[in-house]
């Protein structure tokens, strides 16, 4: 963490000094579990399986990155769940409050789309909320493949909020450590009483991208096509993506 008054850099220096030093840790330290839970990937891509990418509160934006993107795997799905997608819901506490609420994963996948054979990635900061231990264990229960994406600090220095006494990273086929400092921030400052300027969006954000493309290379080095979206915005690129929706349209929940 970069403290004191920040001598001759600037703020916005300063945590971008921070940030990259995350990003050059992680590419370092876990590209074995990068490339792991790429070849998960790309197994289930392979097999016929479906793909899912849960995160709530601001966890779910490294969801949200991966799913209809210019560039991203056609085939990545995001699981919703009403009030905790995000911050849109008033008051903005109440998704922190489901995160706690014991029964409620294992009623969202009662009722939801993942099946035996289909991936599951599961984004959570502290992974020791109720919620993502109990995706990942009925998740894995339905015969789902699931990857979490968690900062191993929380589990060391926090205590578990699960009756099970365990952590997201308890129960997955393949942990991504973001390395994410405990708190999420990656500043101090005198004169600002708390420890400021949250790193976990820009470096979980970045384990997503690199688990995607190491999946879109093995799909291809294994001889398969990987279905990838391209940018709407560019000559073709519409009609580029609906050929991609037809062909897969009983792997992508995206669309009607």
């Known amino acids: 963490m970069s403290?004191?008054?920040?001598?001759?850099?600037?703020?916005?220096?300063?945590?971008?000094?921070?940030?990259?030093?995350?990003?050059?840790?992680?590419?370092?330290?876990?590209?074995?579990?990068?490339?792991?839970?790429?070849?998960?990937?790309?197994?289930?891509?392979?097999?016929?399986?479906?793909?899912?990418?849960?995160?709530?509160?601001?966890?779910?934006?490294?969801?949200?990155?991966?799913?209809?993107?210019?560039?991203?795997?056609?085939?990545?799905?995001?699981?919703?769940?009403?009030?905790?997608?995000?911050?849109?819901?008033?008051?903005?506490?109440?998704?922190?409050?489901?995160?706690?609420?014991?029964?409620?994963?294992a009623a969202v996948l009662d009722v939801g789309p993942l099946r035996a054979g289909d991936l599951l990635v599961i984004i959570s900061l502290s992974g020791r909320n109720a919620l993502p231990v109990e995706m990942a264990t009925h998740a894995r229960a339905r015969g789902v493949k699931v990857i979490g994406v968690t900062s191993v600090a929380y589990a060391e220095k926090t205590t578990p909020r699960h009756s099970s006494g365990t952590f997201l990273k308890d129960h997955c086929d393949v942990v991504l450590d973001s390395r994410i400092p405990l708190g999420d921030t990656v500043l101090t400052q005198d004169g600002i009483d708390a420890p400021f300027a949250p790193a976990s969006t820009v470096v979980t954000s970045a384990l997503m991208q690199a688990v995607i493309a190491t999946a879109a290379v093995t799909l291809a080095t294994r001889g398969h096509t990987p279905p990838m979206l391209r940018s709407g915005n560019i000559d073709g690129g519409l009609e580029w993506n609906d050929r991609v929706f037809e062909e897969y349209a009983d792997r992508i929940f995206y669309r009607d």
């Open 3 to 105: 403290q004191g008054t920040g001598g001759a850099k600037a703020p916005g220096e300063r945590f971008l000094d921070a940030a990259i030093a995350l990003l050059r840790q992680v590419r370092d330290e876990e590209s074995e579990r990068i490339t792991a839970a790429g070849e998960l990937i790309a197994d289930t891509v392979a097999d016929g399986g479906r793909l899912f990418a849960f995160g709530a509160g601001h966890s779910a934006l490294a969801a949200q990155d991966v799913v209809y993107r210019a560039g991203g795997l056609a085939l990545m799905n995001l699981l919703t769940v009403p009030g905790l997608t995000g911050v849109d819901v008033r008051p903005a506490t109440l998704g922190s409050a489901l995160e706690r609420v014991d029964g409620l994963a």
